[in-house]
């Protein structure tokens, strides 16, 4: 079965760090050519894309992380990662990640919580 798998959340302090990793398992076509984002949804919100990587390392994010926020890729482990830094109570979400072109099922997604 194809999946992407999302782990590393937790509970951290504001101004802290967190490292996501999100890897994928089964028979993946052309994941190294695949543009991935990292998304999160907050209770009562939708969901949310708040960065994004394309196949030759191009990265995009949201302005609410933009410059806390590292996306970045191994295409032979199969990974992508958030590295997350600076973290304010408003970034306390459920991540995901997922392609953002023709997405698989979502996943169950990292649980990441702030506190002030």
């Given at each position: 079965?194809?999946?992407?798998?999302?782990?590393?959340?937790g509970l951290?302090?504001?101004?802290?760090?967190?490292?996501?990793?999100?890897?994928?398992?089964?028979?993946?076509?052309?994941?190294?050519?695949?543009?991935?984002?990292?998304?999160?949804?907050?209770?009562?919100?939708?969901?949310?894309?708040?960065?994004?990587?394309?196949?030759g390392g191009?990265?995009?994010?949201?302005?609410?992380?933009?410059?806390?926020?590292?996306?970045?890729?191994?295409?032979?482990?199969?990974?992508?990662?958030?590295?997350?830094?600076?973290?304010?109570?408003?970034?306390?979400?459920?991540?995901?990640?997922?392609?953002?072109?023709?997405?698989?099922?979502?996943?169950?997604?990292?649980?990441?919580?702030?506190?002030?």
């Amino acid at each position: 079965q194809v999946q992407l798998a999302e782990s590393g959340g937790g509970l951290v302090q504001a101004g802290g760090s967190l490292r996501l990793s999100c890897a994928a398992s089964g028979s993946i076509f052309g994941f190294g050519v695949r543009t991935v984002g990292w998304y999160r949804q907050a209770p009562g919100k939708q969901r949310e894309l708040v960065a994004h990587i394309d196949y030759g390392g191009t990265t995009n994010y949201a302005d609410s992380v933009k410059g806390r926020f590292t996306i970045s890729r191994d295409n032979a482990k199969k990974m992508v990662n958030l590295q997350m830094n600076s973290l304010k109570p408003e970034d306390t979400a459920v991540y995901y990640c997922n392609f953002v072109r023709a997405p698989l099922t979502w996943g169950q997604g990292t649980q990441v919580t702030v506190s002030s």
